[in-house]
C-alpha cells in the first residue's frame, strides 16, 4: 500500500489552480449563457423536475410540512416518494429574494469544490501528482457539470457529495481517523437524502469500510463512528416515513414505483407511463407498494426476454440518456442559443458527444489498469458498480441527470490512463502500489 504524498508547496498551488479554474468556467456559464444566474440557459443535461417538487418546496417553506402530490395520489397528501435534501435546500433559498439565482451560484462553488476534491481523492488514491492534477483539470471543465450549475436540479449537489464521500473514504480506509470516519458515514447519508438511488452505495461504502477497519489501529472505534454517523444520519427521516406510511422507509417508499414504471410494457414516452396506473386507484394506500411488486414480480415472470431487454436498454440510458438513443442530435436547446458565443452554439454539440466518447473508452481503460491500486481506490470501484444498479434494475431518464455523479469517478479513471501512458511518470503506475520515495522520484 503506498502512503500518502506528503504535502508541497506545488500540491497546494495545484489545488487552488484547479479550484480557480472550475469556479471560472461555471462562473462564465452563468454569467454569459444563464442571464447572471437568473435562467438555466439553453442548453440542459438534466431532465426537468416533476411537478410536485414546487409543490413540495412551497409546503416545505410555508408550513414545514413535506407534503405535496405524488404519482400515486390525485391529491396532496404528507409523502415519503422523493428525497428530501434538494427540496430542502430550495425551500432554504426561497427565504430570500432572487432565490434561484442564489442557487446556482452556490451551485458553482460546489462544482468547484468537487473539483478539487477528486484532485484530492487521485492524489491520496493513487499517490500520484501527475494524475491528481488531470483529473482535477478534467472535472474543472467537464462540460456536463458546466451546463449543470445552472440548472435546479439535484446533480451538482449529489456529484459533490459522492466526491466527498470518495475522498474521505480513501482517507479513512487508510489510516482511520475518528472525525474523517464520522463525516464519512455522514457524508453518505447525506447523499442518500439528496438522491435515494444511491442509498445501496451508501449501505455497501460503509460495510465496506467497517471491514477495511478490521486491520487498523483502533479500528473498531472507527467503524463505530462511521456506522453511527450513516445511522444516525438516516433515523430521524425514516422515524418521521415510519409515522407517515407505517412502514419502515429509510429514504423514500417509491423503490417498487420506480420498478414498476421501468418494468412497465404499455409506455408512452421512454419508460414512464403516460398516467399513473388505474388498479392503483381503489387501493389502499398502506396496500400500493404490496400490489406494485406484485406487478413487478407478475410481468417479470411473464415474459423474462423482455423484462432482460428493458434492463439492457436501462442500463444505455443511465450512460447516454434516452434522448441520445432515439435522436442522433441530443442535448436540442431548450431556448433560443443567441445568448451563447458563437463558437459555442456552433459546436457545443461536438463538445457534449466528444467528451461523453473520450471519458468512456478512457475510463473503462484507465479502471482495468488501476488494479495495482485497488485498496486505495476501492470507494471509486464500488461508486462505479453501485452508482448505476438501480437506474439499470428500473430506469434512466431522457437524459443524463442520473449518470452525472459518476462521471467524476469516470474521468478519475480517464486521468489514470492517460498518464498511464506517459514514458517517465506513467512508469511508476505501472509498477502498481509503491513506496512514497519511489513516487516522489518519478514526480
Known amino acids: 500500500m503506498t502512503e500518502p504524498r506528503r504535502w508541497r508547496p506545488i500540491d497546494l498551488s495545484l489545488l487552488l489552480f484547479i479550484l480557480a479554474v472550475a469556479a471560472g468556467a461555471r462562473g462564465w456559464y452563468l454569467l454569459d449563457c444563464a442571464d447572471g444566474?437568473?435562467?438555466?440557459?439553453?442548453?440542459?443535461?438534466?431532465?426537468?423536475?416533476?411537478?410536485?417538487?414546487?409543490?413540495?418546496?412551497?409546503?416545505?417553506?410555508?408550513?414545514?410540512?413535506?407534503?405535496?402530490?405524488?404519482?400515486?395520489?390525485t391529491e396532496e397528501e404528507r409523502t415519503a416518494h422523493v428525497a428530501p435534501g434538494y427540496p430542502w435546500l430550495l425551500s432554504l433559498a426561497r427565504l430570500s429574494s432572487e432565490s434561484?439565482?442564489?442557487?446556482?451560484?452556490?451551485?458553482?462553488?460546489?462544482?468547484?469544490?468537487?473539483?478539487?476534491?477528486?484532485?484530492?481523492?487521485?492524489?491520496?488514491?493513487?499517490?500520484?501528482?501527475?494524475?491528481?492534477?488531470?483529473?482535477?483539470?478534467?472535472?474543472?471543465?467537464?462540460?456536463?457539470?458546466?451546463?449543470?450549475?445552472?440548472?435546479?436540479?439535484?446533480?451538482?449537489?449529489?456529484?459533490?457529495?459522492?466526491?466527498?464521500?470518495?475522498?474521505?473514504?480513501?482517507?479513512?480506509?487508510?489510516?482511520?481517523?475518528?472525525?474523517?470516519?464520522?463525516?464519512?458515514?455522514?457524508?453518505?447519508?447525506?447523499?442518500?437524502?439528496?438522491?435515494?438511488?444511491?442509498?445501496?452505495?451508501?449501505?455497501v461504502a460503509v460495510l465496506w469500510l467497517l471491514w477495511r477497519c478490521r486491520s487498523l489501529p483502533r479500528g473498531w472505534l472507527f467503524a463505530l463512528l462511521a456506522f453511527l454517523g450513516f445511522a444516525n444520519a438516516l433515523v430521524p427521516w425514516?422515524?418521521?416515513?415510519?409515522?407517515?406510511?407505517?412502514?419502515?422507509?429509510?429514504?423514500?417508499?417509491?423503490?417498487?414505483?420506480?420498478?414498476?414504471?421501468?418494468?412497465?410494457?404499455?409506455?408512452?414516452?421512454?419508460?414512464?407511463?403516460?398516467?399513473?396506473?388505474?388498479?392503483?386507484?381503489?387501493?389502499?394506500?398502506?396496500?400500493?407498494?404490496?400490489?406494485?411488486?406484485?406487478?413487478?414480480?407478475?410481468?417479470?415472470?411473464?415474459?423474462?426476454a423482455a423484462t432482460l431487454n428493458r434492463r439492457l436498454w436501462a442500463g444505455l440510458s443511465f450512460v447516454f440518456g434516452r434522448e441520445w438513443l432515439r435522436d442522433p442530435s441530443p442535448w436540442q436547446p431548450v431556448a433560443s442559443t443567441s445568448d451563447l458565443p458563437s463558437w459555442l452554439a456552433e459546436s457545443y454539440r461536438t463538445i457534449l458527444i466528444g467528451t461523453l466518447l473520450g471519458m468512456l473508452l478512457l475510463a473503462f481503460v484507465g479502471w482495468?489498469?488501476?488494479?495495482?491500486?485497488?485498496?486505495?481506490?476501492?470507494?471509486?470501484?464500488?461508486?462505479?458498480?453501485?452508482?448505476?444498479?438501480?437506474?439499470?434494475?428500473?430506469?434512466?431518464?431522457?437524459?443524463?441527470?442520473?449518470?452525472?455523479?459518476?462521471?467524476?469517478?469516470?474521468?478519475?479513471y480517464a486521468a489514470f490512463a492517460l498518464v498511464y501512458l506517459l514514458p517517465r511518470v506513467g512508469a511508476r503506475l505501472r509498477k502498481g502500489a509503491a513506496s512514497p520515495s519511489t513516487a516522489d522520484s518519478t514526480e
Open 37 to 73: 444566474g437568473r435562467a438555466s440557459g439553453p442548453i440542459r443535461v438534466q431532465d426537468p423536475s416533476p411537478k410536485e417538487r414546487e409543490a413540495l418546496v412551497r409546503n416545505l417553506k410555508d408550513n414545514g410540512t413535506f407534503s405535496g402530490p405524488t404519482p400515486l395520489a
Open 100 to 203: 434561484d439565482r442564489t442557487v446556482r451560484w452556490v451551485q458553482v462553488g460546489l462544482g468547484a469544490l468537487t473539483a478539487g476534491l477528486y484532485f484530492l481523492f487521485a492524489r491520496r488514491a493513487f499517490g500520484s501528482l501527475s494524475v491528481a492534477t488531470l483529473a482535477g483539470l478534467f472535472c474543472a471543465l467537464h462540460p456536463f457539470w458546466v451546463v449543470g450549475a445552472a440548472e435546479l436540479e439535484d446533480g451538482v449537489l449529489a456529484s459533490f457529495l459522492l466526491a466527498l464521500a470518495l475522498w474521505l473514504g480513501a482517507r479513512a480506509g487508510r489510516s482511520g481517523g475518528a472525525l474523517t470516519c464520522l463525516l464519512y458515514g455522514l457524508t453518505l447519508a447525506g447523499l442518500a437524502l439528496v438522491r435515494a438511488a444511491l442509498l445501496p452505495f451508501g449501505f
Open 238 to 304: 425514516a422515524l418521521r416515513n415510519y409515522q407517515v406510511t407505517g412502514e419502515v422507509v429509510p429514504v423514500v417508499d417509491s423503490a417498487w414505483w420506480h420498478l414498476w414504471v421501468g418494468n412497465n410494457p404499455d409506455t408512452a414516452d421512454g419508460p414512464e407511463p403516460a398516467q399513473p396506473p388505474r388498479f392503483l386507484e381503489e387501493v389502499p394506500r398502506d396496500q400500493r407498494t404490496k400490489r406494485l411488486a406484485d406487478e413487478v414480480i407478475a410481468e417479470a415472470r411473464k415474459d423474462p
Open 368 to 412: 482495468r489498469w488501476t488494479y495495482g491500486f485497488w485498496r486505495e481506490s476501492m470507494p471509486a470501484g464500488l461508486a462505479a458498480v453501485w452508482v448505476p444498479l438501480p437506474y439499470l434494475l428500473s430506469h434512466a431518464e431522457k437524459l443524463v441527470g442520473p449518470r452525472l455523479p459518476l462521471d467524476g469517478v469516470l474521468l478519475c
